[in-house]
Nanobody
Framework: QVQLVESGGGLVQPGEGLRLSCAAS????????MNWYRQSPGKERELVAA????????NYADVVKGRFTISRDNAKNTVDLQMNSLKPEDTAVYYC????????????WGQGTQVTVSS
């Protein structure tokens, strides 16, 4: 059974950090680009960070560049998102996404984890 399970969300104050983790099962992430998306109420889901299957050149949305870091561990079948200097506008449900490098159209989503940044 293919699953992506996010964890690590929660309530933090502005300026604090959180580390999100995404654990994959039922497939090997080594053959997938891994992405973190987020969605706030009333807004479209947006790509926050992306990392290729070979971990070369991660990409970030401009609004998180310099604050967020995506990393992957193919051996552990996990991908993390380290979020620093969080702002209230980072409040959203964060989703893990896997896109196959080899099979067109094959992608998986996690169920999401809530991140709330508030004083």
């Amino acid at each position: 059974q293919v699953q992506l399970v996010e964890s690590g969300g929660g309530l933090v104050q502005p300026g604090e950090g959180l580390r999100l983790s995404c654990a994959a099962s039922g497939f090997a992430i080594s053959g997938y680009a891994m992405n973190w998306y987020r969605q706030s109420p009333g807004k479209e889901r947006e790509l926050v960070a992306a990392i290729t299957s070979t971990s070369n050149s991660p990409n970030y949305a401009d609004v998180v560049k310099g604050r967020f870091t995506i990393s992957r561990d193919n051996a552990k079948n996990t991908v993390d998102l380290q979020m620093n200097s969080l702002k209230p506008e980072d409040t959203a449900v964060y989703y893990c996404n896997a896109v196959s490098r080899y099979i067109s159209g094959r992608h998986y989503w996690g169920q999401g984890t809530q991140v709330t940044v508030s004083s």
